[in-house]
């Protein structure tokens, strides 16, 4: 839905304590996103990168929220790449608030806006609501998303601004299996679901296994089957090794 995995700018983070709940309020400022080059300019290299390109970029949309004759345009693309400069004078800004009542529950809203053309007239807004549960023997986490992504359209002869929306949700449970087994170590499983909605309508389930080496390194084995309503569809098996610092 908002595939931004790095940017670069500034962000401050605080922490208030409400009896017996914390507050956390994050706010960042960044270079923000661009305009993406036409995928005739660029390189694919195999069917997963199609999917993911045809969910990230989806090609055709009008936005049902607004009036009008019913035209099929298509869906900006856009680059959230973090570079070292913008392509324009906006900043993406945005934050997220949060109240976890520890160490169960937490419960979160997050915005997100910024400009992506040249000239600093279109924007892309998303906001976001979270949630994370945490039990003795199992973690529960989703979140749901809706973007707004103005565009061009010609209507009545002229170029008018329009704004096209996608939604989309996930949830993934995780089960600490390890901790009822003991012969099984610190074993999880993992099950996800989750699915776009608007354009390009996409859902996906996800099994998994993961094993902790330690509580830094973890191997993880799982399936994914990904089904687009018009597109092509995606299964895979995967297996990973993380490390976090």
Known sequence: MLPILSDIGIAAQQVYQVGSAKVFLDVFMTNG???????????????????????????????????????TEAFPEVEFEATSSDNNSNKAFGGRLAVALLPSIEIGTSYYQG?????????????????NFISTHLMVRGEYIRTKTEAFIEQDHEEVVNSLSRNGWFLQGT?????????????????????????????????????WLDPRSVIKVGYEDTNVADGPDDKRFAVQFSYGF
């Open 33 to 71: 996103p661009s305009s993406e080059a036409s995928h005739d300019e660029e390189e694919v290299d195999d069917d997963h990168n199609i999917a993911l390109a045809r969910l990230s970029s989806p090609a055709n949309s009008l936005d049902p929220d607004t009036d009008g004759d019913e035209h």
């Open 115 to 131: 400009a992506y053309d040249e000239n600093s007239q279109l924007d892309i807004k998303a906001n976001g609501v979270d949630i």
């Open 175 to 211: 089960f600490f299996v390890g901790h009822l087994f003991e012969g099984l170590g610190s074993t999880e499983i993992v099950i996800e679901r989750a699915q776009t909605k608007k354009v390009e309508e996409a859902e996906r389930w996800m099994v998994g296994v993961n094993y």
